[in-house]
């Protein structure tokens, strides 16, 4: 069977629960952005307006990105794994007398650089996520000059703040123009300034 074709019985991934991701497009709709949400398995409601792309895979994800360029503006807020086995199996891998299984693992393709780095139909505006737990602004600019998106938005996602599945974010903007710090705020209204300055960024250099 192919992919697509059986529900994955093991399987390894990088946890997120989506909402700061939704929360960004539900804003853009507000906008009035016409809006395409790529995402990977989630518990939430498709937010109303928003044209949902579901995918179960880093090289899914990045295959349905490109397919949606050109785009003004291109945000990646997914805990894409950086890893994947080489070798997927078709059958539920069984618990035998062979022992634990030797699993190996191949990159997957960094979705944010790859579309960063395009010479052509690359975003106006690309904006990374980094979640850290430590040195978030050094690791912060660091991704940002890698990766060669625009901004991005850190945040810390060490235990005591919840950010992962939790309703509210602290989140620091990093730019080659410097660091902007947004304190303790509801992922709603990080996805609501977040969305408002790169309209009114978009609408200066179009100006
Ligand atoms: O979903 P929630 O529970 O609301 O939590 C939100 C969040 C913490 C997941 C979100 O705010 C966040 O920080 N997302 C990025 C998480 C992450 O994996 O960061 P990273 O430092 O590994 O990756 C940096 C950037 O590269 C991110 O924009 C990521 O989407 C992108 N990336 C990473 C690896 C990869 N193979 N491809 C990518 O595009």
Redesign the pocket.
Known sequence: PTREAIDPVRYIS??????????IAAAAVALGAETVLVSGP?DLPIPPGVQLIPVTS?VE??AASERELPSDIA????????WRVAEEKNQKIKKDKSGIPDLKFV?????????AKRTSKRPTLV??????TENLVE?ARD?LKK?G?DL????D?SKEHG????DK?T?QLVSASGVESWGLLS?QDVAQRLMAQLAAQLTAGKA
């Open positions: 990088n946890y997120s629960s989506g909402k700061q991701g939704y929360a989630v880093a994800m990045l945000i990646f807020t997914a805990a894409v794994a950086d990159e997957n393709p960094d979705i944010l650089q790859t579309i904006i990374g996520f980094a979640a850290e690791n991704k990766k998106c991005i938005v850190a945040n996602v950010v992962f599945g939790g974010n989140v992922k």
